[in-house]
T-cell receptor
Framework: AQSVTQPDIHITVSEGASLELRCNYS??????LFWYVQSPGQGLQLLLK??????LVQGIKGFEAEFKRSQSSFNLRKPSVHWSDAAEYFC??????????FGQGTELSVKP | DAGVIQSPRHEVTEMGQEVTLRCKPI?????LFWYRQTMMRGLELLIY????????DSGMPEDRFSAKMPNASFSTLKIQPSEPRDSAVYFC????????????FGQGTRLTVV
């Protein structure tokens, strides 16, 4: 069965520090992978997505993610975090027919 | 386009009452999804439609939940009767196609059943 695991429930980083949020997936075929961000009281906004091709994907707000098939991972990175990046981040895998299976989310706090 | 529009944004109701959540997808999108978000279970897909037809409702928790999509621009999620454990944020999302295309989310309806 398809699944997504985000091992870190909560991460705190200092403003200006680098960030890496982990995501592991389980899927039988070549996956469609997504990262969404959710600010408090808001819906989910797409940061980036991977379908095929270059395994390093660039997204909005300076985020990038790297697809590693051998590790079944799709980790999200940002070289320098801003206070406005504090939010909850969700990794998801496309499960066919447009369905998305989400991980449990990682809450990011940013220290000044 | 204004994006996916959900109403109401907040709903407080008493146990046993009927609750109806509404969604207007982005025009031209063929897929519509209803998700539920709770602390315990995260984001769960309840049901999704393709061209107004329900495709997969395996995520609907109980018969108390029902969803309809009478036309391409409107969908409802109904809970009757509501229970306190139904308290959650309910999201509607739409997508122009299936497969790996992006889903666009509404801002959600926060439901509290007391």
């Amino acid at each position: 069965a398809q699944s997504v695991t985000q091992p870190d429930i909560h991460i705190t980083v200092s403003e200006g520090a680098s960030l890496e949020l982990r995501c592991n997936y389980s899927y039988g075929a070549t996956p469609y992978l997504f990262w969404y961000v959710q600010s408090p009281g808001q819906g989910l906004q797409l940061l980036l997505k991977y379908f095929s091709g270059d395994t390093l994907v660039q997204g909005i707000k300076g985020f990038e993610a790297e697809f590693k098939r051998s590790q079944s991972s799709f980790n999200l990175r940002k070289p320098s975090v801003h206070w406005s990046d504090a939010a909850e981040y969700f990794c998801a895998v496309g499960a066919g027919g447009g369905k998305l299976i989400f991980g449990q989310g990682t809450e990011l706090s940013v220290k000044p | 386009d204004a994006g996916v529009i959900q109403s109401p944004r907040h709903e407080v109701t008493e146990m046993g009452q009927e609750v109806t959540l509404r969604c207007k997808p982005i025009s031209g999108h063929d897929y519509l999804f209803w998700y539920r978000q709770t602390m315990m279970r995260g984001l769960e897909l309840l049901i999704y439609f393709n061209n107004n037809v329900p495709i997969d409702d395996s995520g609907m928790p109980e018969d108390r939940f029902s969803a309809k999509m009478p036309n391409a621009s409107f969908s409802t999620l109904k809970i009757q009767p509501s229970e306190p454990r139904d308290s959650a944020v309910y999201f509607c999302a739409s997508s122009p196609a299936g497969g790996g295309t992006e889903a666009f989310f509404g801002q959600g309806t926060r439901l509290t059943v007391v």
